[in-house]
Each structure stands twice: as C-alpha cells, then as structure tokens.
C-alpha cells in the first residue's frame, strides 16, 4: 500500500509556513490577472541561475527603517508610457508595499509621452533639451533627458502622481556645478547632498525632504540648472519602481556617453530590461545583437555591481512590405533567441514573453485579440496588461519559490 505521508506533510507545510515567516501576507499570491490569454504555467517563468533572485526576495521581505529597494524597468517606447510596466508596481505593491512613485522625468518638456501614473508640468520655452535617442546626445543623467535652464530667473515645475501613491522625498538629478534646488512650500529647508570625489562631468543629487506625504509639489530650478529628472520616493519601507523607456530606443542607444554610470544614481537592487523590437527592424545580425546586449549589460554590472538583471524579449509585431502590406516580422524571433542565448552565457535572467505571446504565430493572435494597435507594432492598453502581467507572474512565481525555499532550510 502506499505512502500518504508525502500529501500529509505538503498540508501540514502549507498551515505553519504563515507562522513560521510570521505573516501570512508573505504568502500571499499574486491575484489572478484578467489579461491571462497568453498565460503559460511552464513559460511564465525567470530562468535564472539558482537562486539568483534570491537577494531580491530578502531585502524585500525584510526591509529595515527607511530602506528600499529599487526596481528600475529600462526598455523602449512598449515601456515609456508606463502601461507595460503598471502591473509590474501593483505586484510589488500589492506585497511588499510601494514606497512612492518612482522616477520622473521632464519627458513632456520634449513633447512626448510620459508614464500614465506621473506629471511633469512646467514652461516648454526657457529650457535646452537633449535626449538620449538623438544623435548628438552627450548628457550625462540617468533618465536620459537633458533640461538645460536658458533664462536669467529661477523656474518652476510641477511633479505630481495621478495614482493616488504618495511621497514625502524628492531626490533630484542635476547638474555638477548647479545650485541646490528647493521646493516651493512645506519642505524641509536643508538639501543634502552626498559626498563625492566625483567631477565635473557626472550628475549630482539633491535629497528634499518634505514634512508631509503629498501627491504633488513644486521643484524650483536654479538660473542656468541642468535638470535630468527626478524620484519621487517615501521614506517608509517598501519598494519603488522607476519605469523608464525612450521612444526607438535600443540596445545600442544605452551605450551611450556615461548613461549606465549615471544610472548607479538610482541605487537599483533589480533592472528589467525590455528591449528588442527596434533592434528587430530593417537588417538583423545575431552576432551583432548579442554583442550589444553583452555590452550593455556588462556595463550595467560595471556601473550597478549589486543589481540583478532580467531581460525579457519582444512580443512579436509586423513590418511594412511592398505595396502597403505588412506582414509577420521574422527578425523578432531571431533578436529575441538572440537576448536569450546571451542571458544564458552571462549568467543573468530572463523571462521569454515572446514564446510566452505565442512566438512565431503570435502575431495573427495578438490581432485577433484586439492586443496590437493599428501601427501592428504597438500594443493596446490590454495587450501591455496582458505583457506585464506576464512578467509579474513570473516574478511572483520566483518569489513563491524563494519562500519554499526558505521553509525548507528552517
């Protein structure tokens, strides 16, 4: 006859595991996602070396005073408009708690799109402004925007939230040789800024406390500033999500000038690139993706020693052929094993979104399913539900594991 004793230690686990953590929220599981259409139990996964996560999962769980960590989500334009990236924040939120909005940045100065959750509002004229997509790009902040004050006066921003997230500390990108910049209003009136042998040539930061938790305020720039952007964090526990993308943006593009240097601003503890789809258009080179991929993310090591990295790879899309017709993008397939085969030889994770969107003939799907805009390279409001929905199951299931895990050690 035999054995149940494997099913009744399973049941017994599952009971005393929320005593033995001491909350069962811990083990609480990421709610189940409307957008599941792609959801696939043996794809939606990290693949990572054992464990890799895993110091991810501990300073998540166990945070002390008014320490966080720092999820920064870099990609393309599928990331800059923040719709990929919000289910993403709302699974950390959901169980670790969001310890403010995150990275904000002058994007509408530009006239472009910013993440839905943040407003940066403020005068387009009296400013330069350079972005990390232009040719001629030498900034030298970790957003990738360039706001250069021209004007003889001080200038006002607003930095606000539309989600409801509130936060009590501004630290701002800046300028080496630019004044301190202030708030206008109920603020602490001490800026602090680190110590640092850096020179001229790297930005600088400016930690503003406010006295109260708000979800919007006004950051005065200094005459003649150089305003890169801003995070807007809390200072109780719990995590915070930079979602940061550049419309045609590339592996290539995040080579450039000191761009990863600076990103060691942010302090980020988990960067998920999402890149591909443009490396994907006109003529394509595994060889040649691979090695922009090995290079960014050796200089992301370089620059960011303690982060981890997860890449994840396009979602299939279509390209323009002869007599206006598209078609199916067969260079998507070969960038996104490309990101995968480079994952693998440098040790970091990845999360394959393109077999998890059905690969090859995912496209006709994501159609069919009214996830693809018009352009047949864009996704819809659902389709980036769906696409970061995915990505946060798997960060969700690599969290579960880690938990197992540990009640296994104890």
Known sequence: MRSHYPIRLFLLLQAIVPLLLGSGALLKAQQESQHDLY????????VAPRGYLDPIWQRCSTPGGDDHTIVLHLGDSHVQAGFFTMPIREYFGRQFGLSGPGLIAPYRILG???????????RRGGYATDQITRRSYAGEGPTGIEMRSIVSRPQEVTLSTSDGVRFDRVIVFHGPNDRAFSLSGDWSDSPRRPFSLLTAGFCETDTLDLKRSVTSTKLVIPTGATFYGASL??????????????????YQTYLKDHFTSSLSKLKPDLIILSLGTNDAMGRVNSSAVRASVRSLVDQLRKSCPEAKIVLSTPVMCYVSRRRGLTAPNPNVKLVSRSIVEEAKAL?????????????ERGADRLVSEGLLQSDRIHLTTEGYKSLGNSIADALAKDYKRYLGSRVMIN
């Open 233 to 250: 964090e809390s200072r109780a526990p719990g995590v915070t999500v930079h979602t940061l993308g550049h419309n045609g943006a590339t």
């Open 39 to 46: 959801r696939q139990e043996r794809a939606v996964r990290v």
């Open 347 to 359: 040790g970091v994770g990845y999360i394959d979104t393109f077999e998890i969107f059905g690969g």
């Open 112 to 122: 472009t799109n910013e993440p839905r959750h943040m407003r940066l509002q403020g």
